[in-house]
Nanobody, 124 residues
Framework: QVHLAESGGGLVQAGSSLRLSCAAS????????MGWFRQAPGKERELIGG????????FYAESAKGRFTLSRDNAKNTVYLQINSLKPEDTAIYYC?????????????????WGQGTQVTVSS
């Protein structure tokens, strides 16, 4: 059974940093591209970025360049999202996702697997 479990969210102050984790199970993690999305209150879900199977190449949405960093550890079946200089507008539910194709994640934004999400709330 496929399971993507995000963790690391919470209530943080503006200007701080946060690292979200997503632990994967039930599928061959190292054979899958992974991605992160977020959905803010009242807004559509948006792509943050995607990372290829081996982790050597990362794609970021234009809005995510500079403060967001994706990484993965295939030995731990985990993908990470580092967010620096958090702003109140970063408040959202953050989702990880997986698909064999990075294109499916970052272009079509329709990955095969989704996590349940973790809430990040940034106070000013």
């Amino acid at each position: 059974q496929v399971h993507l479990a995000e963790s690391g969210g919470g209530l943080v102050q503006a200007g701080s940093s946060l690292r979200l984790s997503c632990a994967a199970s039930g599928f061959p993690f190292s054979a899958y591209a992974m991605g992160w999305f977020r959905q803010a209150p009242g807004k559509e879900r948006e792509l943050i970025g995607g990372i290829i199977r081996g982790g050597g190449s990362v794609f970021y949405a234009e809005s995510a360049k500079g403060r967001f960093t994706l990484s993965r550890d295939n030995a731990k079946n985990t993908v990470y999202l580092q967010i620096n200089s958090l702003k109140p507008e970063d408040t959202a539910i953050y989702y990880c996702a997986g698909d064999r194709s990075l294109h499916q994640i970052v272009e079509l934004q329709s990955p095969e697997y989704w996590g349940q999400g973790t809430q990040v709330t940034v106070s000013s």
